[in-house]
């Protein structure tokens, strides 16, 4: 069974950083492009972010762009979103969240697993 | 960037009725080399993450229930849930994942009247 699990949400001062991270298991986590989405109090949903399984291919929505970054560790099975310069828009509920890939193996851009997210918080 | 809009905002149907949710995208998210539509739509309770329903505009995800359908092409869609019931009372998101950014929906609330 597919499990994300998000952690390293929290309450964090304008201007400040935070490292989110996503435990994955269920699955051969360096094969699979992941990703990160977020959602504000109330809101709707905004992707943030994506890396591919080698981390060759990295992308990110604008609002984020030159202030986030994605990474992950294959060998820890893990996935890591660092946040800097952050600012009150970014209050919201961060999710992990898996592609989906179909019996070739080839993926397609909507999402088939997400984790239970990771509060983050942006206030003085 | 392509644009989502949903309609309505919310819906309250009764127990057993049918619920119908539109979703327009600012331009067409068909892909006329294979004649797929690149949208999902998803399903999200309080307090949990999107579930996800349909993909290909109308592929239902295994273990959905058949009561929910999804149709359309090129840049209008309708999700219907064909007979409400209780568990059925969430927020509903279409995404489109033609093209990067990938882009959400406004949500549509759905309520028991």
């Known amino acids: ?124 | 960037d392509i644009v989502m809009t949903q309609s309505p905002d919310s819906l309250a149907v009764s127990l057993g009725e049918r619920a119908t949710i539109n979703c327009k995208s600012s331009q067409s998210v068909l892909y006329t080399s294979n004649n797929k539509n690149y949208l999902a739509w998803y399903q999200q309770k309080p307090g949990q993450p999107p579930k996800l329903l349909i993909y290909w505009a109308s592929n239902r995800e295994s273990g959905v229930p058949d009561r929910f359908s999804g149709s359309g092409s090129g840049a209008d869609f309708t999700l219907t849930i064909s007979s409400l019931q209780a568990e059925d009372v969430a927020v509903y998101y279409c995404q489109q994942y033609y093209s990067s950014p990938l882009t959400f929906g406004g949500g549509t609330k759905v309520e028991i009247k």
């Open chain 1, 1 to 124: 069974e597919v499990q994300l699990v998000e952690s390293g949400g929290g309450l964090v001062k304008p201007g400040g950083s935070l490292r989110l991270s996503c435990a994955a298991s269920g699955f051969t986590f360096s094969t699979y492009s992941m990703n990160w989405v977020r959602q504000a109090p109330g809101k709707g949903l905004e992707w943030v972010s994506s890396i591919s399984s080698s981390s060759t291919y990295i992308y990110y929505a604008d609002s984020v762009k030159g202030r986030f970054t994605i990474s992950r560790d294959n060998a820890k099975n893990s996935l890591y979103l660092q946040m800097n310069s952050l600012r009150a828009e970014d209050t919201a509920v961060y999710y992990c969240a898996r592609y989906y890939y179909d019996s070739s193996g080839y993926y397609y851009d909507f999402f088939q697993h997400w984790g239970l997210g990771t509060l983050v918080t942006v206030s003085s």
